[in-house]
């Protein structure tokens, strides 16, 4: 299909990316996000090889890979610090890493001005009041007081998103799991060049992010999804590291920045059945978010957009472009939330034990396959 007119509701990764993907079909896009400063939140995040490959089919790969650090081995750790595995990852796009971690600002600059460039139209602290699909467009009014029709509209608007409650009102509210991460940036040892995940029943792992930045993950038990003050962060994050493995253990009274000290309950949801309705579809977390256990849930959202710009440019109809969306998507996606989760729960206790370097390989294997 050529000359769709696509709106994007959320301007986040999944939604910056699909701007990109989408810009290569001539398509005009608009996107629209809720938040007037289109502040990033987080830390930083880890890019494996299948996010890599995704990301050279966008285009953007020499800017993405300059804004972080690519490596190509995943370190797994006993509990007691002993070096369990040095997994090496076999890279998919010949002449660059297999694995990137990049600092969530430097890829949010690198996105947006590739979106920029690819002709989106971005509104900020602008929300859809309204949807109307009449099957041969959809009809939106905006939170500002204007309006547009759409061929299409890509909800990727996130774990809370509105597109999906209005979309499909009877979806199941995201489930908190029972765990929580804790997220802090340090300088980088020069030693420091894979992704270090400790095992036990606390997860913590190191993730470099460029040549001098790193930042450190801890999940830990939060029965009754908790809050913690503001003020108090970073004596709440040493205290969940009062027990930590050697190798982690060093870094824990440099904790000291209640601001800088990025705090997130993890929940999950996967929109069970089509991810879409006439046409409007859902990418990413929202339709189907995960926890970080397996480092694949921006990855899965960036492969989302790729694949959704490849059906509807391929199919002669939005129905068929969604359908095969969808047949290329879920299994993969859901696969991801188990996986992830399954490590979740055994952190906790409340699942068999899981041999994280396993279940790192597996994931690796699968994810290697063609999207």
């Given amino acids: 299909m050529n000359g769709l007119s696509v709106l994007i509701v959320g ?4 939604g910056l990316t699909s701007a990109i993907a989408l810009g290569k079909h001539d398509y005009k896009i608009d996107i629209v996000e809720k938040d007037p400063e289109w502040a990033v939140y987080g830390v930083g995040i880890i890019q494996q090889a299948n996010v890599v490959r995704a990301v050279a089919q966008l285009g953007i790969i020499d800017d993405y890979i300059d804004a972080g650090f690519g490596f190509n081995f995943v370190e797994v750790y006993k509990p007691d610090g002993e070096l369990a595995a040095r997994i090496p990852v076999r890279p998919l796009v010949d002449g660059y890493p297999a694995n990137v971690g990049i600092g969530r600002p430097a890829l949010h600059k690198v996105l947006g001005e590739r979106a920029r460039a690819a002709g989106a139209n971005v509104r900020l602290g602008v929300v859809v009041d309204d949807l109307d699909d009449d099957g041969m467009k959809v009809s939106v009014r905006f939170s500002d007081g204007t309006s547009g029709d759409y061929d299409v509209v890509i909800g990727a608007d996130g774990i809370y998103s509105k597109t999906r409650s209005m979309v499909f009102p009877e979806a199941p509210e995201p489930e908190f799991v029972g765990q929580s991460v804790w997220r802090y940036n340090f300088e980088k040892p020069a030693d420091l060049d894979a992704l270090r995940a400790y095992q036990g029943a606390m997860g913590v792992g190191l993730v470099p992010l460029s040549n001098e930045l790193m930042y450190m993950y801890v999940t830990t038990a939060e029965a009754g999804n908790p809050r913690y003050a503001r003020d108090k962060l970073a004596e709440s994050m040493r205290g969940k590291l009062a027990a930590a493995p050697p190798g982690i253990a060093e870094y824990v009274d440099r904790i000291t920045d209640n601001d800088a000290v990025v705090y997130k309950p993890l929940e999950v949801h996967v929109v069970d059945g089509d991810w879409y309705k006439g046409r409007v579809i859902l990418i990413g977390d929202a339709a189907h978010a995960t926890t970080p256990h397996l480092g694949q849930g921006a990855g899965m959202a960036i492969e989302d957009s790729v694949v959704l710009a490849e059906e509807l440019a391929r199919n002669s109809s939005v129905a068929d472009a969604f359908r095969g969306f969808q047949a290329r998507r879920f299994e993969r996606c859901k696969y991801v939330v188990d996986a992830s989760l399954a490590i979740c729960r055994a952190q906790l206790g409340e699942g068999p034990p899981v041999d ?14 063609p999207i």
């Fill in 11 to 14: 301007g986040g990764i999944g």
């Fill in 356 to 369: 994280q370097a396993q279940a790192t390989a597996d994931m690796m294997r699968l994810t290697a396959q």
